[in-house]
């Protein structure tokens, strides 16, 4: 029986490891560690998350611990972790999405220091390995096959991959329990019913963005060009498939080390082009918006809002990059399914 302590359990991919954990019987027990707000308390907040990625309460073996990240240890008292019988396992999930360059101290102050805070809690309460959910993207601006490898890139996209790839280094460099460092590409909803289950960032981030371009248009008779390449080819994963493949490398890890970093990632497939004629059709924008492969030197006002909006995608359009997987079945999302994907947060959002 093994315990577990997670940070990041009321986010996208810690709710569904949360739900992932509490179904199998081999969980002895699992800390979520999460923060309350004005409205709601900790507890509250991990209960609706585990709903929305479908899992189920189990007060029995869920204990919600109140903390704080930018804390010393989380903030968290050790002694709110008491020792437990078997393996400890300590998942690392929190983290702050944010990557405009004005909000940089913020994203480092979240992502490097609270990844040094969760360090020391896991020394101090007895972990047995410490895993660390990082981003594929922490290669930042190199492009092409990417190794499972700790990373020191000329430059990055945006300074969310920047402050990951800090905490990696902090991570591999780290004393205390065995570190592991997992690497997720782009994460959409789960395989099972497509539906994006509390995620809106990546793919939904994109669609959102062009969502709210649409409305800024309105009934103008403006069009807008913005670069980015047709070619391109994305790495995508479910939710499901990132935690099925997280865990069966933490199982065996466990059993016998292997190596330190493994990417928990998509092949690289789907491409920009059709994907996004796909989004502006679905979105009554064809017409509208106009991929152009190279930069050009005259944009319009709109046209020079519009690539501000779209800042933290316009790399990801451009650089191809394939990440080497040495652990677990080829996972990949063709285009024909990733139209899915797109489809089900469409209909979400009407529903809503």
Request: a negative charge; one cysteine or more; glycine letters at 8%.
């Amino acid at each position: 029986m093994t315990e577990h302590i997670l940070t990041g359990a009321t986010g996208f991919v810690g709710s569904h490891l949360l739900a992932d954990l509490l179904a199998d019987d081999t969980t002895s027990k699992v800390y979520a560690l999460a923060r309350g707000d004005a409205e709601h308390t900790a507890t509250d907040r991990v209960e609706t998350a585990l709903k929305l990625a479908g899992g189920e309460l189990d007060p029995d073996r869920l204990i919600v611990v109140e903390s704080e990240l930018t804390e010393p240890a989380c903030g968290v008292d050790p002694g709110a972790v008491p020792p437990g019988a078997g393996p400890r396992v300590f998942w690392h999930l929190a983290a702050s999405l944010q990557w405009r360059r004005g909000q940089r101290e913020q994203v480092f102050r979240t992502n490097v220091d609270g990844t040094r805070h969760a360090l020391d809690l896991a020394a101090s309460t007895g972990a047995d390995l410490f895993v660390y959910v990082s981003t594929a993207y922490t290669c930042g601006a190199v492009q092409g096959d990417i190794p499972e490898e700790l990373h020191r890139p000329p430059a990055f996209s945006n300074v969310y991959e920047e402050s990951k790839c800090a905490a990696e280094h902090l991570v591999a460099e780290s004393d205390g329990p065995r570190r592991l460092i997992l690497r997720p590409s782009v994460i959409v909803g789960s395989s099972h019913d497509y539906r994006p289950s509390g995620s809106y960032t990546g793919l939904y981030g994109y669609l959102s963005e062009l969502r709210r371009f649409k409305d800024m248009l309105g009934d103008s008779d403006e069009s807008v060009r913005y670069t980015a390449d047709r070619s391109t080819r994305i790495s995508f994963i479910p939710v499901d498939h990132v935690v099925a493949d997280a865990r069966a490398i933490v199982r065996d890890e466990l059993v016998e080390p292997r190596q330190d970093i493994y990417h928990v990632s998509g092949r690289s497939e789907a491409s920009v082009g059709p994907v996004t004629d796909y989004m502006l059709e679905l979105l009554g924008l064809t017409g509208r918006l106009f991929i152009i492969d190279e930069e050009f030197d005259d944009p319009t006002t709109f046209e020079r809002f519009f690539a501000k909006r779209i800042d933290f995608f316009s790399d990801y359009l451009r650089r191809e990059k394939r990440f080497v997987r040495s652990h677990g079945p080829e996972r990949a999302v063709p285009v024909a399914e990733l139209l899915k994907f797109i489809d089900a947060e469409d209909q979400a959002l009407a529903a809503s």
